[in-house]
């Protein structure tokens, strides 16, 4: 290609718009954990902390693909907006709306990945961590 990219144009969007995803979700779960009250502090504030780990991870993960691949990443997080509550149940919901466009996303780009293998199984690897986190939500939310 004559940007000097080996990948479509599609696949990057989407790991972008994955990225992107993960930079907002970082934020929201840090936000989270900050405002969290009450006696759900407790559980509910390493909870968020461990989950923004998990999404600077996974951000960090798709970059790397995007760098390898030849592609720009970008540096801005997703602009839809993150709800401000000091309600932990509000809180959750919000993450398991997260999680779960997260989720389509991956299946979107495990969809268009499948000749390269290495971004495939990367990319599967973090799609169960979704699915792993919606279970989660799924629970904490009944
Ligand atoms: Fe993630």
Same mark, same amino acid.
Request: no cysteine; charged share 25%.
């Given at each position: 290609? !004559?940007?000097?990219?080996?990948?479509?144009?599609?696949?990057?969007e989407k790991l972008n718009a994955a990225l992107a995803w993960e930079m907002r979700a970082t934020?929201?779960?840090?936000?989270?954990?900050?405002?969290?009250?009450?006696?759900?502090?407790?559980?509910?504030?390493?909870?968020?902390?461990?989950?923004?780990?998990? !999404?600077?991870?996974?951000?960090?993960?798709?970059?790397?693909?995007?760098?390898?691949?030849?592609?720009?990443?970008?540096?801005?997080?997703?602009?839809?907006?993150?709800?401000?509550?000091?309600?932990?149940?509000?809180?959750?919901?919000?993450?398991?709306?997260?999680?779960?466009?997260?989720?389509?996303?991956?299946?979107?780009?495990?969809?268009? !990945?499948?000749?390269?293998?290495?971004l495939f199984d990367t990319m599967q690897q973090i799609s169960f961590q979704e699915q792993r986190?919606?279970e989660e939500l799924t629970q904490l939310l009944d």
């Amino acid at each position: 290609m !004559s940007d000097g990219t080996n990948a479509s144009p599609d696949l990057l969007e989407k790991l972008n718009a994955a990225l992107a995803w993960e930079m907002r979700a970082t934020v929201l779960y840090e936000h989270y954990a900050a405002y969290v009250k009450g006696i759900h502090r407790l559980h509910l504030k390493p909870f968020f902390e461990t989950e923004a780990a998990e !999404s600077t991870t996974h951000g960090r993960t798709v970059r790397e693909q995007i760098v390898k691949l030849g592609g720009v990443a970008t540096k801005k997080r997703d602009a839809t907006e993150i709800v401000h509550t000091t309600d932990y149940k509000v809180m959750l919901q919000e993450a398991f709306k997260t999680e779960q466009k997260a989720a389509e996303g991956y299946e979107q780009i495990l969809a268009i !990945s499948g000749e390269d293998s290495e971004l495939f199984d990367t990319m599967q690897q973090i799609s169960f961590q979704e699915q792993r986190s919606i279970e989660e939500l799924t629970q904490l939310l009944d």
